[in-house]
């Protein structure tokens, strides 16, 4: 067995809040590993919808780990259809399925369930806002009669103003009253 030697630093605190080391006993390491990684165990039965948030009138995909025996209904208040399910993975073994959102869902969040054997999983679907188009014509503004050619920044008349002024002033207002006045 191959091993080296190696010297730890222990650190300390003083009162006045300054560090000290001071060496630690000498100790043999070994290079060989002791144990294995082991995986956390899979939460199982389990369900999953991807993608999580969604639009209405989207499909979505629903996977379901359970064994194929043992899956019963797959429901949600916001799925209009759930299509067959298939094995999509064998160990362990997760069943997949196409289902539609519902066109006239409002945005919020859906449960979906599924039922393994007796056991209930549940999981949350995020219906979105379908965003507002950006081409609808600018509301009406009230016109004046006199028309504005297209691009023009001047502002708009008020109504009943019949006086416009033909060159708009720059700068300061002249009071008069110089050095000389």
């Given at each position: 067995?191959?091993?080296?030697?190696?010297?730890l630093?222990?650190?300390?605190?003083?009162?006045?809040?300054?560090?000290?080391?001071?060496?630690?006993?000498?100790?043999?390491?070994?290079?060989?590993?002791?144990?294995?990684?082991?995986?956390?165990?899979?939460?199982?039965?389990?369900?999953?919808?991807?993608?999580?948030k969604?639009?209405?009138?989207?499909?979505?995909?629903?996977?379901?780990?359970?064994?194929?025996?043992?899956?019963?209904?797959?429901?949600?208040?916001?799925?209009?259809?759930?299509?067959?399910f298939?094995?999509?993975?064998?160990?362990?073994?997760?069943?997949?399925?196409?289902?539609?959102?519902?066109?006239?869902?409002?945005?919020?969040?859906?449960?979906?369930?599924?039922?393994?054997?007796?056991?209930?999983?549940?999981?949350?679907?995020?219906?979105?806002?379908?965003?507002?188009?950006?081409?609808?014509?600018?509301?009406?503004?009230?016109?004046?009669?006199?028309?504005?050619?297209?691009?023009?920044?001047?502002?708009p008349?008020?109504?009943?103003?019949?006086?416009?002024?033909?060159?708009i002033?720059?700068?300061?207002?002249?009071?008069?009253?110089?050095?000389?006045?």
């Open positions: 067995m191959l091993g080296y030697r190696s010297v630093a222990v650190t300390g605190v003083l009162a006045c809040g300054a560090a000290l080391a001071t060496p630690a006993a000498a100790q043999e390491v070994s290079t060989t590993p002791t144990t294995t990684f082991t995986p956390p165990p899979m939460q199982y039965p389990f369900i999953a919808v991807s993608p999580a969604s639009k209405a009138g989207e499909d979505v995909l629903v996977s379901v780990g359970c064994p194929v025996a043992d899956l019963g209904e797959v429901k949600s208040m916001v799925l209009d259809r759930v299509g067959k298939e094995i999509t993975s064998e160990n362990p073994v997760i069943l997949g399925a196409v289902a539609h959102i519902d066109d006239k869902a409002r945005p919020g969040f859906y449960a979906v369930t599924a039922l393994c054997k007796t056991k209930t999983v549940t999981i949350n679907l995020e219906v979105a806002a379908v965003p507002t188009s950006s081409n609808k014509p600018p509301k009406p503004t009230t016109s004046t009669g006199k028309t504005m050619p297209p691009g023009s920044s001047a502002a008349v008020r109504p009943g103003s019949d006086r416009q002024v033909s060159k002033p720059v700068g300061a207002p002249q009071t008069g009253g110089g050095p000389f006045s």
